[in-house]
């Protein structure tokens, strides 16, 4: 039985393929026979116009036909309007009017005419009679046809439809005989090569080009489509060809198209490059944010829509050209985890139903309340249902992945978006129900059955009971009064009775098939007044705000009130996530979260506010009992396996959380840092386990809230006095941890890096690192794996990846002020330049565009932090001024390097042979390089310096044959040993010289210092005269003191040689025994003072006076000295304590300042003058 079964279905299996194969070459057959037809046509119209052209009429012909101004005009009218339909009137027209005289207007008015692709065929006609009849009719067609197709090179076409008709239309009349090839041609060559040349990127004149080739294609480049070659080959049978045109000119056009089609497969790639890019930062903002927004949708439909036409398009070209389709590779990279709620809701097998169930529902009995409703109809026959029961369809996994970003960002934000009408926004008013005072009398009875039902109603408390009322209204009560007066009674249910809410809730979805007009009037009345309670701020009536959300809830797991729109109050409660409102959204969530949660054009959204809502939780300052009302609520929406959740529960001893309680509770507490230093003193540092955790956690600087990272850095730099290895393994670690972070840049690990950038930048900032690795580290930031060619994607510093900008602003914002001076000041200067380069190379990538832009952030990013650290720096506004920048910095400083240290290459070449030790010399901050100049003596001490380290790193590096022959097995440490070369010689000179340049100096310095200093009164300007003009070997001249004198006092200006300056004016022996002073005596005779020479001993009274006057200023000014110094060194000292100390304790600000007024002294300001004398006292 089963092989007669199978025999007939063989049978017609090979009936059906052979039907379909007689089918298929009948249809080529049709098509071939058409290509030969059209190709004989074409050939017979070319050989009757060679013929009749010859044979044109005579004048005399002409003069017997109407040439009236009036029928002409119109027939000239009539073919700028020409269809298919006017064509048998045309022509008579033809026959029965002289066109002699308006063969020009009919010429333009054929060019002129719009055109459809049907009407070729019989404008063709027309243009054939006219040319026979008419012999200039080819010269003025062709001269108006140079008008429209005369196209420049980059000129664009500003009708592209009328266009496509226009050169198939033209290229028709050249095939036809028309116009000759010698005439047509040309035109026709010169514009499809603009057209092309010109539209090779963004290829707006496809169809026009897809056109040609298809009407065209066969007479001017001999094209045959890939189908019927393919029919061709299968049916063994050829295609007939034109031979119309010479072999290479076909080839060429040929050529010129095909060239336009590799730059359109060209464009084609690029598109889906762009689409598949846009699609996956759709997927990763998603991942991040949760939602797009509708600026994003939009595009994305947009770069569809072009792809989609473009594609088309190249499809098309290849089978017009017989040319392959280019290779679109598809994205492989993982889709979201995400997408996989959506995808897996469309093909859904039962087990799979059934374990969705399980998680909207928390049970089967609950399942059977909300989705088994009775249905009316088998109550009602006649009862027609006024609204179907739709599910939502299913969104595209591709198009579901469009809608949350701006939101997210609002709620991360706490930006309220303002939407119409919220200024007004009143509570729900119902109506009053004084409208019962125009029920007429007969429906009395009625009304009382109403009362009478929705008393009972309050007492429905089981699912039987609530079906019955639902009955019992759709049978006896469904009247329009009625229905608002049961709405009424749903919506002032008592606050407290939110047993009720579920029940009212199906009796709503039961009525609702028949009676919608209960469903629609509650929600607006619970949407409207959720939206009052929002809008109003106020700390009261609690129970009614939670009634409002609870309803909401139920009538969303009902489908009653839209997921859209409960997700909407979910936001709105999450903007403003203080006091009532977390009551609010924790009811919410217990009610209809895990419904939300599991729906799949829902998930989404409820997944991104749950996770906004957690991370508000861990930044509010409230109450416990807040903060374990959102946990119970997350938890029953997403809630833990507890034997998963106790297996990863992780047990630490009662230290290592004492610890974590001191570092990451406490820490940033006012008042709290001394304790905490003192704590951790006390822990047992020579346990290794013990430092190893208390290390662990103080460099875990992302568990510390942001603002005290750099109280945990103050920590450190203040535990380091007593436990010295603590700073070292603790730096050493924070560099580790953001060279790791460069290795491996996940995007969920930004605020780590973030907060390790600025834990840095504040150990630097407590002397705990040098600048010099701070630098490192900047310059890690823009150098690490990162790629300047823009052919050449780095894996670690991806396009859109602009994490490494942040890190180096977090650090330049937090310790750049303190580059100020020296070298750290020039090596920032160095360092902005390429940190410039940098973000403009950034910024100028192809994937920043006007609907993607570069973030703002950055960019006010780098402006602040340049205008802080340098605001007379200038920034560079383009790339290659910041390109030039780094050349011509690279070239100075290569300048300086080779004129500094000539020998470099020698130790590159010694490098190769062995390896040396790396001699650093430690260089305090304030101290700068010194600059090569040739009239500077630090460039030859920086020279020497230089020539000696490389001397002895070289003596150093060279291996000792002895030693490494002898003893192979053992490494011996030896000091560097001095090495006797002539650099040593010279460098010795060179300083001998300095020290006795000095010597002089100082000499020369000091023998002006010994000038007499100013007395008490001035000097006369002769006398002056004579000592700013010594003569050589001369004394010195110094001021003595008063003696008294006749004429009213006379002044002593005294003049004290020096022994070495007596022994070059007397003899030798003169001046040893008696050695004097000169003073002039100045007397006064009449008006005129004079001035005589006065020679004293030096050991007599007034000689002895001067010196011991002299010697005593001198000591006052040594007390003076010192104290200012001791004084200067104190207040520094008190100065570094107290900026030490208020770094770890938090300001503390008088705010009993500005209250009161400032003291006023009863009597008045205390005279100063007074107190002290001045000059009211001396008068």
């Keep these: 039985m089963e092989s007669t079964s199978e025999v007939p279905d063989d049978c017609c299996q090979v009936a059906d393929e052979a039907e379909k194969e007689a089918l298929a070459l009948k249809s080529f057959k049709e098509t071939i026979a058409e290509i030969e037809s059209h190709l004989a046509h074409k050939a017979q119209l070319r050989s009757r116009l060679h013929t009749t052209v010859q044979n044109r009429p005579e004048e005399s012909y002409f003069t017997r036909l109407d040439s009236s101004i009036k029928k002409n005009t119109a027939f000239v009218r009539k073919l700028k309007n020409f269809t298919e339909a006017q064509k048998e009137s045309i022509l008579k027209d033809i026959n029965t009017l002289n066109l002699t005289k308006y063969i020009s207007e009919v010429a333009n008015a054929i060019v002129e005419a719009k055109l459809k692709m049907t009407d070729i065929a019989s404008i063709l006609q027309v243009c054939v009679v006219l040319h026979e009849k008419y012999a200039d009719f ?34 028709d009349l050249i095939s036809c005989g028309v116009l000759t090839p010698k005439e047509g041609l040309p035109l026709l060559g010169s514009f499809l090569t603009n057209l092309i040349h010109g539209d090779k990127e963004e290829h707006n004149s496809a169809t026009i080009i897809l056109a040609f080739c298809k009407f065209c294609g066969e007479d001017y480049a001999g094209l045959v489509s890939q189908k019927l070659l393919n029919d061709a080959e299968r049916f063994k049978m050829t295609v007939p060809t034109s031979n119309w045109l010479p072999p290479d000119k076909r080839q060429n056009v040929r050529n010129l198209l095909r060239e ?105 009995e609950g399942r059977q309340f909300y989705e088994n409703l009775p249905n009316l109809s088998v109550y009602l026959p006649n009862l027609v249902p006024k609204a179907t029961m739709e599910a939502p369809p299913l969104p595209d996994p591709a198009e579901q992945m469009i809608d949350i970003e701006k939101e997210a960002k609002e709620i991360e934000e706490g930006e309220q978006a303002k939407e ?113 309670h929002v809008r109003k701020k106020d700390q009261i009536n609690i129970e009614t705000k939670v009634k409002i959300v609870r309803f909401i809830g139920e009538l969303t797991k009902f489908g009653m009130y839209p997921r859209a ?93 004492y610890i974590r309680h001191l570092l990451y509770v406490e820490l940033g507490n006012k008042g709290s840092t001394n304790k905490i230093l003192k704590q951790l003193r006390k822990l047992n540092w020579k346990d290794p386990e013990v430092a190893s955790y208390a290390i662990r956690c103080l460099t875990s600087a992302w568990k510390v809230k942001f603002p005290n990272i750099r109280t945990l850095a103050g920590v450190v730099a203040e535990l380091t006095l007593y436990q010295e290895f603590v700073g070292h393994r603790i730096v050493d670690a924070v560099l580790e941890d953001i060279r790791w972070s460069l290795e491996f840049p996940i995007s969920k690990f930004n605020q780590r890096r973030v907060s390790m950038a600025k834990y840095l930048a504040e150990l630097y900032n407590y002397r705990m690192v040098e600048s010099s690795v ?10 690490f794996a990162v790629s300047y060619d823009r052919t050449v994607e780095s894996e670690l510093d991806q396009p859109d990846n602009l994490m490494r900008l942040r890190l180096v602003l977090t650090i330049l914002d937090t310790c750049g002020v303190f580059f100020s001076s020296g070298l750290a000041k020039k090596r920032l200067d160095c360092y902005l330049v390429y940190l410039q380069y940098y973000h403009l190379f950034k910024r100028s990538l192809p994937i920043w565009t006007e609907d993607n832009p570069f973030p703002v952030a950055i960019d006010f990013g780098i402006k602040d932090m340049l205008q802080s650290l340098r ?11 910041a390109a030039d920048a780094v050349e011509n910095l690279e070239k100075e400083l290569m300048n300086k390097l080779s004129l500094a240290m000539p020998e470099l290459h020698m130790d590159v070449v010694m490098a190769d042979d062995t390896l040396a030790c790396i001699e650093e010399e430690d260089m305090e901050e304030g101290e700068e390089m010194p600059e090569v100049d040739d009239d500077s003596i630090n460039d030859e001490q920086s020279l020497s310096r230089s020539m000696s380290q490389m001397t002895t790193r070289g003596e150093a590096t060279q291996p000792d044959d002895d030693s490494a022959t002898a003893e192979d097995d053992r490494c011996v440490v030896t000091a560097p040993r001095k090495a006797l070369c002539p650099e040593d010689d010279d460098f010795m000179a060179a300083l001998d010289r300095m020290v006795a340049e000095n010597i002089h100096e100082a000499y020369s310095r000091g023998k002006e210092a010994s000038k007499a200093p100013a007395v008490d009164i001035a000097i006369p300007w002769q006398v002056k005269a004579s000592l700013k003009k010594p003569s050589e070997g001369s004394d010195k001249n110094f001021l003595g003191d008063s003696i008294g004198g006749e004429l009213g006092g006379a002044l002593a200006v005294a003049e004290a040689s020096s022994a070495c300056a007596a022994v070059a004016s007397s003899p030798p022996s003169a001046s040893q025994d008696n050695p004097t002073v000169n003073f002039f005596l100045m007397t006064r005779k009449g008006n005129k ?32 000295k010192k104290l200012t110094l001791d004084f200067n060194e104190r207040q520094e000292e008190e100065e570094f304590q107290d900026l030490y100390g208020g770094a770890n304790r938090p300001a503390v600000h008088n705010v009993n300042r500005d209250r009161r007024g400032r003291f006023q002294h009863p009597k008045g300001v205390p005279d100063a003058e007074l107190i002290f004398g001045g000059a009211r006292k001396n008068r």
């Design 138 to 171: 080819s010269s003025q067609i062709l001269e108006a046809w140079q008008k429209v197709l005369s196209l420049k090179k980059d000129e664009k076409v500003s009708n592209p439809s009328k266009m496509r008709v226009d050169v198939r239309f033209y290229a």
């Design 565 to 657: 729109d409960t997700l909407q109050c979910f936001k709105q409660l999450l903007l403003n996530f203080a006091h009532h409102y977390i009551e609010m959204t924790c009811h919410l969530l217990e009610t209809c979260g895990r419904f939300l949660l599991h729906q799949p054009d829902s998930h989404q959204r409820t997944k991104v506010y749950l996770d906004q809502m957690m991370r508000k939780k861990s930044m509010l300052a409230s109450d416990s009992r807040y903060l374990t009302m959102i946990e119970n609520a997350y938890y029953q929406v997403v809630p833990v396996d507890s034997s998963a959740r106790s297996s990863h529960i992780k047990i630490r001893p009662p230290l290592h959380q």
């Design 871 to 881: 605001p007379k720096l200038k920034p560079y506004k383009t790339l290659q001024e």
């Design 260 to 364: 336009y089609y590799s730059s359109l497969c060209k464009h084609l790639i690029q598109d889906h490059k762009e689409l598949q890019n846009f699609e996956r930062q759709n997927r990763r903002i998603l991942q991040t944010k949760g939602e797009l927004s509708n600026e994003r949708k939009e595009k994305q439909e947009v770069l569809n829509q072009s792809f989609a036409k473009l594609l088309n398009m190249t499809q098309q070209f290849a089978d017009v050209l017989a040319e392959e389709l280019p290779e679109l590779r598809q994205d492989l990279s993982p889709r979201d985890e995400e997408c996989s709620v959506l995808e897996l809701c469309e093909n859904m097998s039962d087990q799979a139903r059934e374990t969705l169930n399980e998680l909207l529902w928390e049970n089967e």
């Design 774 to 783: 701070v630098f490192k580290v900047l310059y890690t930031c823009i150098t």
């Design 420 to 532: 119409e009408g919220d200024e007004d926004i009143k509570p729900a008013e119902l109506e009053d129900e004084k409208d019962d005072a125009d029920v007429p009398v007969s429906l009395q009875s009625n009304k009382v059955l109403l009362d009478s039902f929705l008393t009972t109603l309050s007492a429905c408390v089981n699912r039987e009971m609530i079906d019955s009322a639902a009955i019992e209204f759709s049978t006896n009560l469904n009247t329009k009064h009625n229905r608002k007066k049961l709405v009424r009674a749903l919506f002032t249910v008592q606050r407290t009775r939110l047993d009720l809410l579920p029940f009212y809730s199906r009796l709503v979805a039961t009525l609702h098939p028949y009676i919608p007009e209960v469903a629609t009037d509650l929600c607006n009345f619970l949407r409207q007044d959720f939206k009052y």
């Design 1089 to 1120: 003072p004079q001035f005589k020479n006065l020679a004293l001993p030096s050991d007599s009274e007034l000689a002895q006076n001067l010196r011991n006057r002299e010697e005593a200023e001198k000591a006052e000014k040594e007390r003076v």
